[in-house]
């Protein structure tokens, strides 16, 4: 926890940094735009180009399947590259010595953990899969819980995008919350599973290590992000048409308070005072729970996209602040379903332990989201 706080003010306070990340920013625009020309290019006005008609309303115009999705097939095919060439690996390699360093979380749990700040859950646990299978009981949970916390640089690109209008340094927000979420998701799966986190050294391999040139690591990344791109579409037509089922059951009950139940509005009951403890006006606390319960329920993009929605004004920029770090991970059902499935498929002997973990990793994700959110809000 104490190297949280350190992180946050290095990140946060320390001007040649907050210049560095607000370059991030930059970068992350012309991703997009680069994104742009492509979708646009293939889709036409459906990809974000000019549109045949005038468009009355504006705010309708950005399709999320062929302006924000693609997103993830560029920065997939820009990562395979970046680790061919080696330079992904050593930033990682930076990451794990500090952990080692600072918290004594050594060998193959420390490289997934740094992994985690960059790559998905189940990319993570890929670096070291020769490991998995001997790997404490403690690690295998630690190593759950960071996925669980923590958000891929494929989805960060995606996420800072959509962000942009309501927070002027997204990019660099979301940055910070990732790095800093994986010291306190440390923290809270030791309290939660005590046990063993070092080990010897563990070479590391990135993704696309069986490619020959730089051209197919771009082919593979491109690949690999593909299956990406449908699995979050699919994950988010199924989970949205499965909670507004469960919505359209709870409407039939009688209103509380004037207002018709719903999943994420008992939720959001539940996690205001949550949002109250990590720094958000009680008067926006209710909002900012329900935006917590939609995290956790579908997942993080729904909830950053209902967040962007909101009429402006509706949250202080503090809040907006604090939010955009406490929803920051890939703590909720759908990615639950996911790491189970990687999981179980890399290390099947270890099947049952792996589902045994879920929920309780699902949890400790989502405490030390908030807890990187109430660190937001001290220093935000």
């Known amino acids: 926890m104490a190297l949280q706080v350190v992180l946050a003010l290095l990140l946060l306070r320390v001007p040649p940094?907050?210049?560095?990340?607000?370059?991030?920013?930059?970068?992350?625009e012309a991703v997009r735009q680069a994104t742009l020309a492509g979708t646009s290019f293939v889709f036409g006005y459906l990809g974000g180009g000019p549109t045949p008609f005038e468009a009355t309303a504006p705010q309708n115009v950005f399709i999320l399947a062929t302006q924000g999705l693609p997103l993830i097939l560029i920065v997939s095919a820009l990562s395979a590259l970046l680790f061919y060439w080696r330079i992904l690996p050593k930033i990682v390699q930076g990451f794990a010595w500090l952990l080692e360093r600072t918290i004594g979380l050594g060998g193959a749990v420390g490289v997934a953990s740094s992994a985690n700040v960059f790559?998905?859950?189940?990319?993570?646990?890929?670096?070291?899969?020769?490991?998995?299978?001997?790997?404490?009981?403690?690690?295998?949970?630690?190593?759950?819980?960071?996925g669980m916390a923590t958000i891929a640089g494929n989805m960060f690109v995606l996420y800072a995008a959509i962000l942009s209008p309501v927070l002027a340094d997204a990019a660099g927000t979301l940055m910070t919350?990732?790095?800093?979420?994986?010291?306190?998701?440390?923290?809270?799966?030791?309290?939660?599973?005590?046990?063993?986190?070092?080990?010897?050294?563990?070479?590391?391999?990135?993704?696309?290590?069986?490619?020959?040139?730089?051209?197919?690591?771009?082919?593979?990344?491109?690949?690999?992000?593909?299956?990406?791109?449908?699995?979050?579409?699919?994950?988010?037509?199924?989970?949205v048409a499965l909670v507004h089922l469960v919505n359209m059951g709870l409407g039939l009950l009688p209103e509380i308070g004037g207002f018709k139940l719903s999943l994420q509005r008992m939720l959001g009951w539940l996690l205001?005072?949550?949002?109250?403890?990590?720094?958000?006006?009680?008067?926006?606390?209710?909002?900012?729970?329900?935006?917590?319960?939609?995290?956790?329920?579908?997942?993080?993009?729904?909830?950053y996209l209902s967040m962007a929605e909101l009429p402006e004004g509706a949250l202080s920029?503090?809040?907006?602040?604090?939010?955009?770090?406490?929803?920051?991970?890939?703590?909720?059902?759908?990615?639950?379903?996911?790491?189970?499935?990687?999981?179980?498929?890399?290390?099947?002997?270890?099947?049952?332990?792996?589902?045994?973990?879920?929920?309780?990793?699902?949890?400790?994700?989502?405490?030390?989201?908030?807890?990187?959110?109430?660190?937001?809000?001290?220093?935000?």
């Open 17 to 28: 940094v907050t210049v560095a990340l607000s370059w991030l920013n930059k970068a992350v």
């Open 272 to 303: 205001a005072p949550v949002a109250w403890l990590i720094g958000i006006p009680w008067t926006e606390a209710g909002l900012a729970g329900e935006l917590m319960g939609t995290k956790i329920v579908l997942n993080e993009l729904v909830a």
């Open 177 to 239: 919350a990732s790095v800093i979420s994986a010291p306190a998701s440390v923290a809270i799966a030791a309290l939660m599973v005590p046990g063993d986190y070092t080990g010897d050294a563990v070479e590391q391999h990135g993704p696309d290590e069986d490619a020959t040139s730089a051209a197919e690591a771009l082919v593979n990344g491109t690949l690999n992000g593909l299956r990406v791109v449908v699995a979050v579409a699919a994950l988010l037509i199924v989970a």
């Open 119 to 146: 790559v998905g859950m189940i990319e993570a646990p890929l670096l070291i899969r020769p490991y998995l299978r001997d790997l404490s009981h403690a690690g295998l949970f630690l190593v759950m819980t960071v």
């Open 317 to 380: 920029p503090r809040s907006d602040v604090i939010l955009t770090y406490a929803l920051c991970g890939f703590a909720n059902l759908g990615s639950l379903g996911i790491m189970l499935g990687g999981l179980a498929t890399m290390v099947p002997e270890r099947r049952a332990e792996i589902v045994a973990l879920g929920p309780k990793a699902l949890i400790a994700g989502t405490i030390a989201c908030f807890m990187t959110g109430a660190m937001a809000g001290l220093f935000a």
